[in-house]
T-cell receptor, first 115, second 112 residues
Framework: EADIYQTPRYLVIGTGKKITLECSQTMGHDKMYWYQQDPGMELHLIHYSYGVNSTEKGDLSSESTVSRIRTEHFPLTLESARPSHTSQYLCASSGSSGSSYNEQFFGPGTRLTVL | LAKTTQPISMDSYEGQEVNITCSHNNIATNDYITWYQQFPSQGPRFIIQGYKTKVTNEVASLFIPADRKSSTLSLPRVSLSDTAVYYC?????????????FGSGTRLQVQP
């Protein structure tokens, strides 16, 4: 069982609010990722990190920002939520060695609804 | 980025073997081939990974021909619980984002 956690699991919030989606993993993985996925649609990479103090934007343009101050923690922040941000956000991590080195472990996701 | 092509959907019946083929003509020398399974409202889950020839684990087999331009995920004796979306990814997480493009996947529907 993968040890990667996301909170909250569900969030309903009004337009203009600042939100932070939490993601943490206890596997000591150096790489972490954020994906966005609408129901029945593709996963799109929005941010990734290859280690502490390293963050990059993904393929899908996103108004969110991320930080990586600690290896185990990779929060995603929306400064001003809008209805267009309504989606499911999935966090994942991967290690650099061992039998699962090219495997991404996914968290349960956060389903965000902005009213 | 490595591009993969899979069938959009497949139908099967319980107990049958299902083979899902993925085309990846521009696979690079260092690229691995990785398959994931995703159920609705959940994150993808790793199924199997290979570099060449055949790989088998407790849930699936992965067949990769010598030219590595395609791969086939084989699910033996599927059940209703195998109804899901299956993604083929090509790349190496250590060398860049090539392994992070999930594409549209193949929606497998298993009927009783």
């Amino acid at each position: 069982e993968a040890d990667i956690y996301q909170t909250p699991r569900y969030l309903v919030i009004g337009t203009g609010k600042k939100i932070t989606l939490e993601c943490s993993q206890t596997m000591g993985h150096d790489k972490m990722y954020w994906y966005q996925q609408d129901p029945g649609m593709e996963l799109h990479l929005i941010h990734y990190s290859y280690g502490v103090n390293s963050t990059e934007k993904g393929d899908l343009s996103s108004e969110s920002t991320v930080s990586r101050i600690r290896t185990e923690h990779f929060p995603l922040t929306l400064e001003s939520a809008r209805p267009s941000h309504t989606s499911q956000y999935l966090c994942a991590s991967s290690g650099s060695s061992g039998s699962s080195y090219n495997e991404q472990f996914f968290g349960p996701g956060t389903r965000l609804t902005v009213l | 980025l490595a591009k993969t092509t899979q069938p959009i959907s497949m139908d099967s019946y319980e107990g049958q073997e299902v083979n899902i083929t993925c085309s990846h003509n521009n696979i690079a020398t260092n690229d691995y081939i990785t398959w994931y399974q995703q159920f609705p409202s959940q994150g993808p889950r790793f199924i199997i990974q290979g570099y060449k020839t055949k790989v088998t684990n407790e849930v699936a087999s992965l067949f990769i021909p010598a030219d590595r331009k395609s791969s086939t995920l084989s699910l033996p004796r599927v059940s209703l619980s195998d109804t899901a979306v299956y993604y083929c990814l090509v790349g190496d997480l250590d060398t860049g984002r090539r392994a992070l493009t999930f594409g549209s996947g193949t929606r497998l529907q298993v009927q009783p």
